[in-house]
């Protein structure tokens, strides 16, 4: 910051980026306080798109909501549709069939890496280069179309159930999802040549954008920024769930905090996601898919009940409150991206404005889930 600058009556200005800018993803305003090319303060302001999610979940019965917790992150809705069918399971005390868990965790890390491929190509495409969103496009269509078959949607998944699932997977879903296993992972060499290796690439990310670990904890970041950031935490792995203990993966952590590292981190994530499919479908048991006694009107005993899941930006979490009627006193959803987007005004300080879309992107926001 010049001398000038320090005195906000010279040489600053306001700029604002969005709502409608297209590295924002979505109808956010970034107003950012210039001192030329630098940045002095940014303020995220939102609300553009609030719904009123929570406020509709307390005037919905429990099944009556089952399609909104997708259209909160939509890249990453199957983690989504998980979590909000898990805090009720729990707090109704449903038991869920074996081979309905082995399911919904297939589903949900296909449906991650298809989130991570989506983020990759946008990515890259913010800084400048088209070229790899061609290939990750490619790639992610075959993960739709194997949903599709199963879930009947390509976007806003509602495929699970209290107790179970909508469908069992068809005769072709096994055969389909090892042929995507094969095909993204013989893509990601290509993924680091073409991209990770490019050394302008790595000029924008490296030593840019530095979120710190204690400014994770300050604004509750979770996910590949907290992991990019050097805090190993996973909710899949320390607040396990579902039959995610039944699985070996690893958790890919980069001490740097910068744009870089929240790129590999996510990069390292796809491959992991691709073992846990594999496994999955190397020891998926036969069986029913739904439970058999699932009450048709859900009236969870009165408590306060929690549950998060691992989404593809981080712990997404349902508090509900349970009055003893069929719908909840009270709807608590935890986003990540809330959290991820509050510590940019922070990171942002002193980035050149260029850098600051670096820094966004790598992010992976998703804006829909912090308007709810």
Not at 5 to 12: F, G, I, L, S, V
Not at 140 to 152: A, C, N, S
Not at 280 to 295: H, I, Q, S, T, W
Not at 307 to 318: D, I, K, L, W
Request: aromatic content about 10%.
């Amino acid at each position: 910051m010049s001398q000038l600058a320090a005195d906000p009556a010279y040489e600053t200005f306001v700029l604002n980026m969005g709502p409608q800018h297209p590295a924002t993803h979505g109808a956010l305003r970034v107003k950012l306080l210039m001192d030329g090319e630098f940045i002095v303060e940014a303020e995220p302001v939102l609300g553009y798109i609030h719904r009123m999610h929570e406020k509709m979940g307390e005037n919905r019965t429990y099944h009556q909501f089952l399609p909104n917790p997708s259209r909160l992150d939509y890249l990453s809705a199957m983690a989504y549709n998980h979590g909000y069918v898990a805090a009720v399971e729990r707090a109704a005390g449903i038991a869920v069939p074996e081979r309905a868990e082995y399911l919904r965790v297939i589903t949900v890390e296909l449906n991650r890496v298809s989130s991570h491929l989506l983020w990759l190509g946008a990515f890259v495409l913010d800084l400048g280069g088209f070229t790899p969103l061609l290939y990750t496009m490619d790639d992610r269509e075959q993960i739709l179309d194997l949903l599709e078959r199963v879930t009947g949607s390509r976007l806003t998944y509602c495929y699970f159930r209290f107790g179970g699932l909508y469908n069992d997977v068809d005769d072709q879903f096994e055969a389909g999802a090892r042929a995507v296993v094969k095909r993204i992972r013989e893509a990601l060499p290509m993924y680091h040549n073409l991209i990770t290796k490019n050394i302008i690439l790595r000029q924008r990310l490296e030593g840019i954008g530095v979120v710190t670990g204690e400014m994770c904890r300050k604004y509750g970041a979770t996910g590949p920024v907290a992991r990019g950031s050097g805090i190993p935490y996973d909710v899949r792995k320390h607040e396990p769930y579902s039959v995610y203990p039944e699985f070996d993966f690893d958790i890919p952590v980069y001490e740097q905090g910068d744009s870089m590292a929240r790129y590999l981190v996510r990069m390292d994530e796809i491959e992991q996601s691709l073992r846990i499919v594999e496994q999955g479908l190397d020891k998926l048991p036969d069986g029913p898919v739904m439970a058999e006694k699932v009450p048709k009107i859900i009236k969870p005993p009165k408590g306060d009940y929690y549950h998060a899941v691992e989404a593809a930006r981080g712990s997404f979490g349902v508090r509900l409150v349970s009055d003893g009627s069929n719908t909840p006193y009270r709807l608590k959803l935890r986003s990540p991206c809330f959290s991820n987007v509050s510590l940019f005004g922070e990171a942002a300080r002193g980035l050149l404005l260029a850098d600051a879309v670096a820094l966004f992107g790598s992010l992976d926001l998703v804006i829909p889930d912090i308007d709810r």
